[in-house]
């Protein structure tokens, strides 16, 4: 099997690979059988989602569609590297900062039992180079 031929982002993956069981992925013709098999070799079992069911894979999409509309589209990426440490700030907000509706306007590494002030002046603290704003009560 030739890996050259194969997805060079397992590559980039290192020995991070080893940790992933499984890859979702659809039915589009851009994944070849020797795509597939580059990931069984490493151990990864290839999922494919059910042919003509675009919401097979809702939660990906709709990350996807969220990261791309609040930061990527709105930045000029110079590279992987760069991409790489805008995803990670970016994350570090979603997770910890931005609010989820489902979760009742909480971010989804807060606690639901945290109390969250309603007096005190706000600050603005600027997240990815202003291109997002977080906002806390000043302590």
């Known amino acids: ?25 659809d039915r589009a013709a851009k994944f070849t059988a020797v795509f597939d098999e580059i990931f069984a070799a490493a151990g990864i079992t290839v999922l494919k989602t059910p042919p003509r069911t675009p919401r097979a894979n809702c939660y990906a999409e709709r990350w996807i569609r969220t990261v791309r509309a ?6 000029l990426i110079y590279g992987e590297r760069h991409l790489r440490a805008v995803l990670d700030e970016y994350i570090d907000h979603y ?45």
């Open 1 to 25: 099997m030739d890996r050259s031929a194969g997805p060079q982002s397992l590559d980039n993956l290192g020995e991070r690979a080893a940790s992933f069981r499984f890859l979702v992925r």
């Open 70 to 75: 609040e930061v990527i589209d709105r930045m």
């Open 95 to 139: 997770n910890g900062h931005r609010s989820h509706q489902v979760r009742g306007q909480r971010p989804p590494d807060q606690d639901e039992q945290t109390v969250v002030p309603t007096q005190g002046r706000i600050e603005r603290h600027k997240v990815l180079g202003e291109a997002i704003n977080e906002y806390r009560r000043a302590a």
